[in-house]
């Protein structure tokens, strides 16, 4: 016997397995200012919450200038959006107020006198490039002379040149402040840094690969496409002798598909990979060389051949990567420095944690044994008096560890 499903169940039952299969997207707003810096609170696309100074909201903020019921954030489908529930004191969003907001990684959330700082989770962050969408080019025989256009060392370079165009001031304003902004990746940093340069020099491509700390290996962390594509299905050359010459010498390069180069003429060559130009600068930090910002144009073979492709990568350009990656690796050795301190913080906590729970658990063992020590005389000695003043003192340790890991347990959330 079989039985037939009406359209109305069929749609119901699809409907109810595209709900159950939608992924839920997690945030959270982290307390930087305010009575309740410090405190982090959970967000997931699948349920509202209400920010507010009442007992009855899901965000609760020890503020006199937080309304009752202040503001409330929801997932609309797509995005977390902050909206203003009628607010005596309104809501800002990196100092702007607003009424409604759609909620960016890193957004500074001023409610009353409190500030909450907003981040996606990591698994909500685009997905990390991986090593295959770039291809090194083992172009043998090293950079050549004739390939290189511009040279120049940090230390030459540091000053921005006086003619520096307004693009690139401009770029160099936005990736300080990109630098500053709470991000929880920094995947999430060097992807936006890479855009910005790649707008702002005109490159058609571009990667940031970072060294191996013990190793001479290059991780690629971000790439791009000016066009706005990801990239997660495109593939770019880099070339090995390029980014092992910067990296040898300590010194930024812009090259060029020059036909007097002989590297250029194997079926392994440059020209057959597209690349019409390439800036390559070292990552400087204080101590070390953290790794190398790439970034190329593109042109069609016949055009590299022919010869009559312009030029549009220039020294003033070479001058502003070179900036860009020294003030990227300088973040990310101030990054690297506060996350190993963190952890030592961290550790240090968790030893101060373990020796006060060890000091109470002690005493409280102790009166224990004490109690049971009582009690066993009584039973020897047949005296109920004994045996009664040993398990009350059984009791009170027992109440004691019982407060203590419930102390334990609500310091945890």
Known sequence: MTQEL????????????IHQE?????????V??????????ELTSAQEIVIGRSVDSNLRL?????????????FDGQHFVLRDLGSANGCRVNGRRVKDRILQDGDTLTLGTSQLTFQLSDSSHPAVPDAGQIRFLEDAGGLQAEAIQQALKYDAAVPLPAEATQAGLDLLYKVAEELVTPVQTLESHLQKILELTLAAIGADRGCVLLRDPVGADLTVMAFARRDGDSGLHAQMTVSRSITDYVLRHDTAVLTSDAQVDERFTGGQSIVSAGISEAICAPMRGRSDLLGVFYLDTTTSVEQALSGAVPGRLTEEHLRIVITAARQTALAIESRQFQDALVKAERFAAMGQTIAVLSHHIKNILQGVRGGSHLIRMGLDQSQEQLIRQGWGIVERNQTRIYDLVMDMLSFSR
């Open 6 to 17: 009406s359209p109305a169940s069929c749609s119901a039952s699809v409907s109810h397995l």
């Open 22 to 30: 939608r992924p839920v997207i997690r945030a959270t707003l982290l």
């Open 32 to 41: 930087t200012k305010g009575s309740n810096i410090g405190s982090r609170f």
């Open 62 to 74: 020890d503020d006199s200038e937080v309304s009752r019921h202040h503001a409330k954030v929801a």
